[in-house]
């Protein structure tokens, strides 16, 4: 892990932020890693997530990479700031369908304003994983007004 | 509108998919125009879609316009075909906040397996209403199965 | 056209930061349309920027619509500043194949340091025009060291 | 390396193909590695490729990196095929000077029609290196009608 959190307590922050995103009670999510730059979060599958097919919803997996991309870049800002998703870019590579999706984000580079993120998802299911999607985004930290 | 569509039951086969998208029951989305290549989506705001801010999550906003991008792709496909989103990618201009989101997703071109779409994302509010989202995605054709 | 160039000067402004983009001498491109917020760039049709096929390299069409998208964007900005892609995404529609290659890049959104940009590059033919590219980037404005 | 080469002479294909992209003998790029799914590129640096600050032009960037990918997805196809970007997005990390660029290609997900890849782009200098890019894209592998 090449990178150093700047603030000791980024777990701390990164758990807070993530309790106060409630779309991800609403999904049922959960944060399961939180390192200098690497997030993961998972989400059990449900069926009422779903498109037409049965899969995940392409924009339900979407969620949950950026969540995790934007924590990963989180992680590494100073106390007092706020991330928002500038862009994100997406390739779904098979549909996501298991027993839950697994989301890992991490940082490829950061600047004073921008951090540079990709990631990818996996559905986990009885017979192993397969990973469904790999996004990358630019985040950008701002002095939270809150 | 330049694009016709090849079959005449296009607005009926949208709206039988559209009903089999569970996430768009579950995140309390109406499909709100069918044209041909052109597909509208409107989602009210709710608190538990919504990111650390109060603003709807970006993966959210992201989960209606792929599902308006992927509609406009599907009203011009002759029966016996689903869609399905091969990648996307989409910019974030403004925080989502207002009474509601209203997606407009586009055919840009039509290939014999690949349609390329873009589409807007707008909050109305009581004073008027802002751009929040651009996105650009390749959607893919394939024989449905079901 | 809904902007305003805060820089009164700033036709010779691009004009002069585009002749010293020498890559766009080395591939003979003209700047053909310098208004707020827009520009188009022009490429005649080079047997030596060819891929395999005989087309226009998709990275060659990259090259002009970028400097195009960069240039609507740096339109906008006060004297002082230079302008830098942070990220880009292309979707080729058709092979670039024909006489010249028309690039238009938009400003869709201007913020503090970073600006959105869409656009679109069309090939030029004897029996008409076919577009065969759409763009979306962000660009930033940072102080100009020089 | 997870992917196996179903053309035993894809070296040879890949080669015959490179050579017969005209663009990159104007660029002065060599193809310097090549295995299953995965391809290098290698572009000395040019003054006469750079924008108005003197790095190489971002378009210039993605040509070679698109290159890069385009024959990582060409190295695993069939004798036969020929390989188009459907599309890309590059994010770009650092200016880009120095010596020269190294770009990779990588294989992430091969399908029926579409090969989905990912790569970076580095930098070398006297003093090391630094990654300057990074870039996903969807190719696709067509019938060749040469």
């Known amino acids: 892990m090449p990178f150093t959190a700047v603030d000791p307590d980024y777990v701390a922050r990164v ?3 993530f309790s106060r995103q409630r779309v991800m009670q609403t999904l049922g999510a959960e944060i399961t ?4 730059g690497e997030v993961e979060i998972v989400l059990p599958f449900r069926a009422d997530l779903t498109q037409q097919h049965g899969f995940l919803h392409a924009g339900i997996v979407t969620t949950i ?3 995790a991309l934007g924590y990963a870049a989180y992680s590494l800002m100073p106390p007092g700031h706020a991330v928002l998703t500038v862009e994100l870019k997406i390739n779904l590579l098979a549909p996501a369908k298991g027993d839950r999706l697994v989301a890992v984000g991490r940082v490829v580079r950061t600047g004073r304003t921008l951090t540079v993120c990709q990631g990818e998802g996996w ?4 017979d192993g994983h ?3 999607a790999m996004m990358t985004a630019t985040m950008i930290g701002l002095p939270d007004r809150e």
């Open 15 to 17: 758990r807070d932020s």
């Open 33 to 36: 890693r939180i390192e200098p």
């Open 65 to 67: 990479l950026d969540s």
């Open 123 to 126: 559905m986990e299911r009885a």
């Open 130 to 132: 397969e990973q469904v």
